[in-house]
């Protein structure tokens, strides 16, 4: 008993907590650089990780979440942050302006009905659907809108998290593939699909990429929420 209180003290304590957070993510990156294979994404080593310590140690989700509370924190000026990339390229974002909205909006609209004709495919039912419609944007609008049309938070999130991933993985191949080359489709395409994964993929392919692909996500967000609540409304949801 007294083993297992001592255990207690020296993990479960905020500064360990932000060294599990942090020291995971960097054995991430050193597999990912090891490796040299794109698949091997820090998310892929260090969610699992985490995972097995807090359940090893018997920990709290709730403890180690509000553990990071400076991590949280610190979202918010890294998304921020994006706004001087866009003001540096202000200039390219107004000559491409019709585009980007023509891009965001039909992304937008995109990602909805492509969960609503493929779920039904996949024998998933009405909740799922609800569910699964906000994918493309950041997980606390995903949250949000998948709470005010009745759906699963829970399963909202873990979609954000992997459309986000694949499109972080696959989508400079895809893209090379395609041979996409202009740096405002590319930002488009990163941003509209794989929110904060992927822009932070699209800074290191360059930063009209990087600049695009972070207003891509804030118009997301703004569409994303209009979009759902009145595409249920029209098929009777």
């Known amino acids: 008993m007294e083993e297992e209180m001592m255990a207690g003290e020296i993990f479960c304590n905020v500064p360990m907590m932000l060294l599990l957070t942090v020291g995971s993510y960097l054995l991430g990156l050193w597999v990912k650089k090891k490796s040299g294979l794109s698949l091997m994404h820090p998310f892929i080593i260090s969610i699992p990780v985490i995972i097995a310590v807090i359940k090893s140690l018997d920990i709290s989700p709730d403890y180690y979440v509000k553990s990071n509370f400076i991590i949280d924190f610190m979202l918010g000026p890294c998304v921020v942050s994006l706004g001087y ?117 699209a800074i290191e392919l360059g930063a009209v990429e990087g600049a695009v692909s972070g207003l891509s996500i804030a118009l997301m967000g703004v569409l994303t929420s209009l979009i759902v609540p009145l595409f249920n409304l029209l098929v009777g949801f």
């Open 85 to 201: 990339l866009l003001y540096r390229h202000r200039r390219t974002v107004r000559e491409h302006i019709v585009g980007i909205m023509s891009a965001v909006v039909t992304g937008s609209i995109t990602g909805v009905v492509s969960v609503y004709l493929l779920c039904p495919l996949l024998g998933l039912d009405e909740l799922f659907i609800r569910s699964l419609e906000a994918k493309s944007v950041t997980s606390p609008i995903a949250m949000d809108i998948t709470r005010s049309i009745g759906g699963d938070a829970s399963l909202a999130v873990v979609s954000v998290i992997l459309s986000g991933f694949i499109g972080a993985v696959i989508g400079p191949a895809v893209m090379k593939l395609l041979r996409i080359k202009d740096p405002v489709a590319r930002g488009l395409a990163m941003g509209c699909s794989s929110h904060g994964l992927g822009t932070a993929r």
